[in-house]
């Protein structure tokens, strides 16, 4: 096997290319994740439901602007608009 060249057709190449996901698609996707996690544990523990759901919630925005606005900034100092689930 020593020695053996593989050789990738461009259109094959291309393709792996626009199939891989970003790193804002793969921290979105893990952002999601971890909101349904919370969910999960606010379904089933009620002395952490208000809690877990609010989690939740900022993971879904913070998914949100990643995909969105992958280079944006927060700007913490302002108080920002209460989250519109609509």
Do not use: C, W
């Not at 461009?10 to 970003?22: F, V, Y």
């Not at 921290?27 to 089933?44: E, G, V």
């Not at 927060?74 to 209460?82: K, M, R, T, V």
Request: no cysteine; proline share 3%; charged share 30%.
């Amino acid at each position: 096997m020593r020695g053996r060249v593989f050789m990738l057709d461009s259109t094959l190449i291309k393709q792996m290319r626009d199939d891989m996901p970003t790193h804002a698609q793969v921290a979105a996707d893990l952002l999601r994740a971890a909101a349904t996690f919370f969910r999960n544990i606010a379904d089933t523990n009620q002395e952490l439901k208000g809690q877990m759901e609010t989690n939740a919630e900022t993971y879904d925005v913070i998914a949100k602007l990643v995909e969105s606005d992958p280079q944006g900034e927060l700007n913490l100092d302002e108080e920002q608009p209460a989250n519109d689930q609509g």
